[in-house]
């Protein structure tokens, strides 16, 4: 059966960077690697994706491991608001999300 | 421009009954996707429409079906309502299918049934 997984929770200072890793060791070739974040009654909201390179937007940043089983959602410097439910999620004929990493920003 | 709209946002159903959900996309999104999800599993993959077609479906029994307009509207029925369907439904619209581009979820539809 396919597989995500990723820590239940992680801590970082504000202001500091925050790499969130997700491991997905069964995705196929075609598989886009997708990164959401949830707010408490939100429904969750994009943050990033790609397919095999290194992605960078204004949020954040993606590393895609070689052999694409692992990937690490990079927070430049966490603020409060950056404090949610970090998922990643794989696509193309399957949809998996991983379970979640809480992430606390401490003042 | 407006974000993804789903009605009702909750509603409390019998066991046994069936349930109807409603997804309004961005405008201009031809991909719509349905998720559930639950405090125990959390969010799983429903099924997912482009262009009035189902391209993707996930492991749910066939009591959970869907359909997409020729508008991009989105509607999810659920027949015969368990107890273990009380859940959170979202849905999820794109401008391409299969993870191309980004997704924008709703607020969801908190479905409890009793």
Known sequence: DAK???PNSMESNE???VHLPCNHSTISGTDYIHWYRQLPSQGPEYVIHGLTSN?????????????????TLILHRATLR????????????????????????IP | ??????TPRYLIKTRGQQVTLSCSPISGHRSVSWYQQTPGQGLQFLFEYFSETQRNKGNFPGRFSGRQFSNSRSEMN???????????????????DRGY??????QGTRLTVV
């Open chain 1, 4 to 6: 995500t997984t990723q």
């Open chain 1, 15 to 17: 202001e500091e960077p």
């Open chain 1, 55 to 71: 992605v960078n937007n204004r949020m954040a940043s993606l590393a895609i491991a070689e052999d694409r089983k692992s990937s």
């Open chain 1, 82 to 105: 950056d404090a949610a439910v970090y998922y990643c999620m794989t696509s193309y004929d399957k949809v998996i999300f991983g379970p979640g990493t809480s992430l606390s920003v």
């Open chain 2, 1 to 6: 421009k407006a974000g993804v709209t789903q």
């Open chain 2, 78 to 96: 659920v027949s015969t309502l368990e107890l273990g369907d009380s859940a959170l439904y979202l849905c999820a619209s794109s401008q391409w």
């Open chain 2, 101 to 106: 581009t980004e997704a924008f979820f709703g």
